[in-house]
T-cell receptor
Framework: DAGITQSPRHKVTETGTPVTLRCHQT?????MYWYRQDPGHGLRLIHY???????DKGEVSDGYSVSRSKTEDFLLTLESATSSQTSVYFC????????????FGPGTRLTVT | AQSVTQPDIHITVSEGASLELRCNYS??????LFWYVQSPGQGLQLLLK??????LVQGIKGFEAEFKRSQSSFNLRKPSVHWSDAAEYFC????????????FGPGTRLSVLP
């Protein structure tokens, strides 16, 4: 258990509405990640953070923004949700330099209607 | 850029049979390699990892994987499958300090027959 929680766990929203997903960790790890999981694609990196206020884009960042104002929280925002953003979103942490494995939260299932 | 392929989308084995899940990667240097398992409706759990050293690595739940540089492969094996092993399995490769190039394969779904 890596002490990662995600909220909400399920959300249904309408096209065009803003949505914010929260990832919270209890172990003060520096590196945090947001992925989306879609059938046939595995997990794809959306954004990542390597410290407070330090973030960068991943493979599928279009339509998403992130913020990290505290070590423990990493927020993913869909400014104007689209149906193509219906997915399962996972947050992950990496436990420190010299280690490369990532540990994942339970996921958030987002449906955009 | 890295890439990972898992040639088998779905595999079915009988309980007690041996298992091998295939993973091939593309990366110019020595990669860091991982296998994760995901049970339905759950997050991903790390099974095992390879960074360097012994090319045969042991993981949790009786799984092992072998890194073969000449074949760019990191196949996952288990000598005797249990019904509880039914899940989706993901191979991943990571290759930099921040881990932002942590690339996952598309996954292999394992079904276990009683």
């Amino acid at each position: 258990d890596a002490g990662i929680t995600q909220s909400p766990r399920h959300k249904v929203t309408e096209t065009g509405t803003p949505v914010t997903l929260r990832c919270h960790q209890t172990e003060n790890h520096r590196y945090m990640y947001w992925y989306r999981q879609d059938p046939g694609h595995g997990l794809r990196l959306i954004h990542y953070s390597y410290g407070v206020k330090d973030t960068d884009k991943g493979e599928v960042s279009d339509g998403y923004s992130v913020s990290r104002s505290k070590t423990e929280d990493f927020l993913l925002t869909l400014e104007s949700a689209t149906s193509s953003q219906t997915s399962v979103y996972f947050c992950a942490i990496r436990r420190g330099q010299g280690t490369y494995e990532q540990y994942f939260g339970p996921g958030t299932r987002l449906t955009v209607t | 850029a890295q890439s990972v392929t898992q040639p088998d989308i779905h595999i079915t084995v009988s309980e007690g049979a041996s298992l091998e899940l295939r993973c091939n990667y593309s990366y110019g240097a020595t990669p860091y390699l991982f296998w994760y398992v995901q049970s339905p409706g759950q997050g991903l759990q790390l099974l095992l990892k390879y960074f360097s050293g012994d090319t045969l690595v042991q993981g949790i739940k009786g799984f092992e994987a072998e890194f073969k540089r000449s074949q760019s492969s990191f196949n996952l094996r288990k000598p005797s499958v249990h019904w509880s092993d039914a899940a989706e399995y993901f191979c991943a490769v990571g290759a930099d300090n921040y881990g932002q190039n942590f690339v996952f394969g598309p996954g292999t779904r394992l079904s276990v027959l009683p």
